[in-house]
Structures are given as structure tokens and as C-alpha cells.
């Protein structure tokens, strides 16, 4: 990004920067954790997850403030407005994906008889494309690489993939272990969750793409909304 007349704005993008990554940084490790503490039935480390997940909000409070006062003091335009709008929008949304692992590790306590559910073994597999989506789409942020971005729009796919096929072998192994369904149901809600991160993750990208670009990513290979055809 090229440098301001007014170094003190460069220092202001330059922390709303910072702050995005953190939350990015603290969303990785909620997510790896929750997944963990699944796993292992590890009902402490869940509950840190759940415990952690204020500082995700105290920070997306910080972003908010610092970027209402961006643009209240520097008046930001063109590349710049859409750099700190992207930074509001996207606090939001890493907020909310360290609201859905949250809500994984909430899950934890309810899950029995584990070494019955095979989804079990393939949860871990979905939560690390996910969580590999959040990291890519904050390091496209940073570098505001909108190559990048479309690379984690493309990896959805997986995800959804991975909660299709944990779908149906829950409701089969409901329908085979009728004992199991109250277990299986909470399984469920952890791929569901799993699955959203994914969306936003996505989400992400598509600001991202936006803020680099200045184009909405279903406009990449049509500018302007022209038909291509004329």
C-alpha cells in the first residue's frame, strides 16, 4: 500500500491492520482448540474456548471505535474508505466465526459413547480446511491479494463437501442406533458450525476481493455488469 501525506494515517491503517489479524490470530486457535477438546474429551480446554471468546469481542469494539474515528478524522476516499469499510465488515464476521467455535466446544460435554461415530474421524478433516480458509482469507487481507481470496472462495466447496457426506452418515447411524441420536445431533450442529465458518470465511473473501479490486467478485469477469456478450 502506497504511503500517505499524513504519516499518522498510514500508522491508523496500519493498526486497524494489526487488530484484524489478532482477531484472525484468536479465531484459528478457537477453532483449532474446539475441535481438540472434541476430539479428546477434553471438557477444560472447552471451556477456555468459551472463556476466550470475550477477547474477541473487546476487540472487534476496538476495531469499530478506531474505524469510525478514520473516518470522522483522515475523511478516507476511494481505495483507502474501502480499506477501513472492509476492516468493519470483515471484524464482524471473524467475530462471529469465533462465535461458531465457541459453539463447538459447548458441544463437547454431550457427546457419548464417541468411538461409535465414525463422522467423528472426519470432522477434524472439515474443521482444518476451514480453519485453513480463515487463515488464507486474513493473509489476503493483509496483503490485499485478491488471487488469494478467490483461491479460499474456491475452497468452500470442500467444506461443504465434508458436511454433505457427515450428513448422511449421521442419519444413518441415527436411523441404525436410534440410542445414539441425542449424540449424533450434537455432531451435527459441530459440522453445521464447522460448515458456516466456511461461509464466512468465504464472506471474507469476497470483501477482500472488493477492498483490492474494487470490483464485487460475482463482477470479476464481467466490469460494469455489461452483458459480455455485446
Not at 51 to 72: F, G, H, S, Y
Not at 82 to 98: M, Q
Not at 99 to 120: M, Q, S, T
Not at 195 to 216: C, K, P, Q, S
Request: charged residues 25%.
Amino acid at each position: 500500500m502506497a504511503e500517505h501525506t499524513v504519516k499518522a494515517f498510514d500508522s491508523d491503517i496500519g493498526q486497524l491492520r494489526g487488530l484484524i489479524a489478532e482477531m484472525g490470530g484468536l479465531a484459528e486457535v478457537a477453532i483449532t482448540d474446539a475441535i481438540e477438546a472434541l476430539v479428546h474429551h477434553d471438557e477444560v480446554k472447552a471451556l477456555t474456548v468459551v472463556e476466550n471468546d470475550a477477547k474477541l469481542d473487546a476487540l472487534e469494539a476496538d476495531v469499530d471505535r478506531l474505524a469510525v474515528r478514520i473516518i470522522a478524522l483522515r475523511a478516507p476516499m476511494a481505495d483507502d474508505l474501502r480499506d477501513v469499510i472492509a476492516a468493519l465488515k470483515i471484524s464482524g464476521v471473524v467475530e462471529r466465526i469465533g462465535d461458531y467455535a465457541k459453539n463447538i466446544a459447548k458441544r463437547v460435554g454431550h457427546i457419548e459413547e464417541r468411538r461409535k461415530f465414525e463422522p467423528l474421524t472426519l470432522i477434524p478433516a472439515m474443521a482444518g480446511i476451514a480453519q485453513s480458509m480463515v487463515r488464507d482469507v486474513l493473509n489476503a487481507y493483509g496483503a490485499r491479494d485478491p488471487v488469494l481470496a478467490v483461491e479460499v472462495i474456491n475452497r468452500d466447496d470442500k467444506v461443504d463437501n465434508f458436511f454433505d457426506s457427515i450428513f448422511r452418515n449421521l442419519v444413518t447411524h441415527m436411523m441404525e442406533n436410534p440410542a445414539t441420536i441425542s449424540s449424533a445431533a450434537q455432531l451435527l450442529f459441530v459440522a453445521r458450525n464447522l460448515e458456516r465458518i466456511g461461509d464466512h470465511a468465504t464472506n471474507v473473501a469476497e470483501m477482500v476481493y472488493f477492498a483490492a479490486t474494487g470490483l464485487y467478485y460475482s463482477e470479476r469477469d464481467n466490469p460494469g455488469g455489461l452483458d459480455k456478450g455485446i
